[in-house]
């Protein structure tokens, strides 16, 4: 950005709550998530117990990142939201009690024909020199102060009233800072391969410090590239973003399926619509998974059109027409048996593709020949049948997940797409 330093937000959300594990912390998702839309990218996010020292030194480590810091919760009136009180620490002033303000949250509560306790006079308290946050869904103003050039955000804990205020308020100021900046952010989503190995194919595209600047995350086997890209123009951050898109692309190849938020199902789904083609599936140990993950996505119906759950040998002979003397020659878990499931589902359907899955979920049921996790995966069409061999680690809800998804990007890749 031709030297120009980039201006950055740290955000805090403030929260015994948070801490226990029991409630999840969304605002801080959201509140990036807008930042990067106004331009501003994030330094770091924090979690902080109520505890006004230690609300105090996670603004003064998040000040000392970014050129603006946005907290949520503890504003409310009870004895554990302390945020004021420790904004007025940090900012070395009082707190200081607002008449016009304590007639808000009075009007608040004799519109709902309540009287106001006397503790939500507290939300009527601001520190010194700073202002006020208009919040019109609740009794909690927001904080607007300045610190040594830096600027803070108190906001509520409330989503909605969180939302709204940051949306109202917030975001318009921000914007007008980050003038001159353009973030844009492209996903690309991959199949196929660990985090280390894309690592090594993609170079040193995830270098810290590079822009653009490439991000790594992983679930359930699918590996997320995100692509953030700064620059002093949002023409000029596009190109920086498309060019680095074409680059792993170019390193990746088949690797990537997708992009922004699209699944594997709903990747592969849209395959087959465009071509005009069907599946059906056959499964054992994932359950009847890799049928929801298919039809979960809308417009299903145009190529899905059957399903079996052959959770028993006996349900595999019957059902897809296995040779029973195949499962007590190979085992219901083996690669003959996954071929045979396949072309069974396929013949009986009446479909121009067909998925099997056959393997052991655990935590049970394996052997030191076949332990738990082993999973064999069939795709059937008239190309032929092809057979994979997998073993996936960890509980039985991921093995389960990873078998279906890996299942799905077999026939992503037998259809080219």
Known sequence: MNGRQVKKASIISIGNELLSGRTVDTNAACIARQLMTVGMPVASIYGVRDQIEAIRRTLLLATGEADVVVTTGGLGPTDDDLTRQAFAEFLGVELVLHEGLLAKVRQFFDRRGIRMPERNAIQACIPEGATAIENEWGTAPGIRAQKDGKLLFALPGVPSEMEHMLDASVLPELQRLATGQAIVVRRLKCFG??????????????????????????????????????????????????????????????????????????????????????????????????????????????????GWVTYSDEAKSRELDVPPEMIDRYGAVSEQVARAMAQGARRKAGTDYAISITGIAGPGGGSEQKPVGLVYIGVDSQEGTDTSRHIFSSDRSSVRLRAAQTALNMLRRRLRI
Do not use: W
Request: glycine share 12%; proline share 2%.
């Open 193 to 306: 391969a660990g985090e280390s190995t894309i690592a090594e194919l993609i170079g040193d595209a995830m270098q810290q410090g590079r822009n653009p600047l490439v991000n790594c995350t992983v679930h359930a086997g699918v590996i997320t590239l995100e692509i953030v890209a700064t620059a002093a123009g949002r023409d000029e951050a596009e190109k920086m973003a498309a060019d680095q898109e074409r680059s792993l692309r170019v390193s990746l190849g088949e690797l990537v399926y997708g992009v922004a938020d699209q699944t594997l199902a709903e990747v592969v789904g849209e395959g087959l619509a465009r071509m005009g083609k069907t599946i059906a599936v056959a499964e054992s140990c994932t359950g009847g998974l890799l049928a929801q993950l298919i039809t979960d996505i809308p417009g299903a119906s145009r190529y899905f059109t059957y």
